[in-house]
């Protein structure tokens, strides 16, 4: 009996067995049937190779995981145009099955319910079966145990999986969105190992993806400041004009790092590619004097160009538009100098600024000249 009914997450003792067959414990529920006993004993065991997990009791957790394994290596194919998408959606998939399993776990019913009384009932779909929640709802429940960083994550990708479910991409989005996806991985193998165990985490099951393209200045830059879907852009943008500086600097919500080649100095670490520098070291703070140069030049943040835009009286000037203003001009340009691009994510310089309200207040002028005379 311990051993057809133990596995790594369930331990069955003989207390346990003795409470049923006295009938201390679970006497209302009927014996199983000779073809439902056949149908178990030839199933056994039924358990994950490796983690030990019930692919019948956990199969919340199994899901989660062979969900994110199945998005890591949608994006690491070859030959793939549009892989942030189908890693977007996938990875969605895999935080929602994490989530309901921990707040089950926590005892919280993460089932819609709809009346009052003796009437209230689960709403179900369509197709009759119960109705659970999104992960949007999940992650606002109190009983959520991830931070605030590894939130704010989940809920900008959810934005852009709502924007492509609904309207259709023209072009990739790998290298806009590659700091949060990279993010999104860390913080779900993160969240396994500290909601279930160390040895549920996937670091082993997903081995260093290896690329043909060595890493060339020109060819990346080129690739970021390609014009994003407008729809997207608007996104991206009015979502990042909301967090405080400290959110968004946040590795959980975004994994940004600076990449240089590397030469070794003794052989033994002759096939080191790259290596990570801590943050806040010696290292680290070199690294950033050379890539930011000790004359830096004051940035904004699109948010930072609104609050500018609405302090010189064009209240009427959204994120939209400041988007639209971009993509027409072709401001992210890197020869135009405009901005700058730092590690994935783009920043303004004064010129644009200027620019901007430049044009509003050619706006203006033009709209007011245009208005009839009393």
Not at 101 to 127: H, Q
Not at 249 to 278: F, G, K, Q, T
Request: glycine share 6%; proline share 4%; aromatic share 10%.
């Amino acid at each position: 009996m311990l051993a057809y009914f133990t596995w790594p997450t369930r331990s069955i003792n003989h207390r346990e067995i003795a409470q049923i067959r006295t009938g201390a414990k679970h006497r209302q529920i009927e014996p199983a049937s000779p073809e439902a006993l056949a149908a178990f004993l030839s199933a056994w065991p039924e358990v994950e190779p490796g983690t030990g997990l019930s692919l019948d009791a956990d199969q919340l957790l199994v899901k989660a995981r062979d969900a994110m394994v199945a998005a890591v290596q949608t994006f690491n194919s070859a030959g793939l145009s549009f892989r942030a998408e189908l890693f977007i959606v996938t990875s969605i998939i895999a935080w929602t099955y994490l989530m309901h399993a921990a707040l089950k776990k926590e005892g919280v019913d993460v089932r819609y319910w709809e009346g009052s009384g003796r009437d209230r009932k689960v709403k179900t779909t369509p197709g009759g079966g119960e109705k659970h929640w999104e992960l949007g709802q999940c992650l606002r429940h109190a009983n959520c145990r991830l931070d605030v960083g590894t939130k704010n994550n989940l809920f900008y990708l959810l934005e852009i999986r709502h924007e492509i479910e609904h309207r259709s991409t023209d072009r990739s989005l790998d290298a806009a969105l590659s700091a949060k996806l990279q993010a999104c991985c860390i913080n779900f193998n993160d969240a396994l190992k500290q909601l279930y165990g160390a040895k549920y985490g996937l670091e082993r099951k997903l081995s260093l993806a290896l690329q043909f393209a060595s890493l060339d200045p020109e060819q990346v830059g080129a690739v970021r400041s390609a014009d994003l879907p407008p729809h997207l852009a608007t996104v991206m943008d009015a979502f990042e004009a909301q967090l405080t500086p400290e959110q968004y600097s946040d590795p959980r919500y975004a994994y940004r790092v600076a990449m240089v080649p590397r030469h070794a100095n003794r052989a033994s670490a002759a096939d080191i590619v790259a290596e990570l520098v801590p943050s806040g070291s010696d290292a680290a703070e070199e690294i950033n004097r050379v890539l930011l140069r000790e004359t830096e030049r004051t940035k904004y943040r699109p948010g930072d160009i609104l609050k500018k835009a609405h302090e010189a009286g064009y209240r009427y000037f959204k994120m939209h538009d400041h988007t639209t203003l971009w993509q027409r001009l072709d401001a992210k340009n890197p020869a135009k100098h405009f901005g700058v691009d730092v590690a994935g994510t783009w920043y303004w310089y004064e010129s644009w600024l200027q620019h901007v309200l430049k044009v509003l207040g050619e706006r203006a002028a033009a709209y007011a000249a245009s208005m009839p005379r009393l």
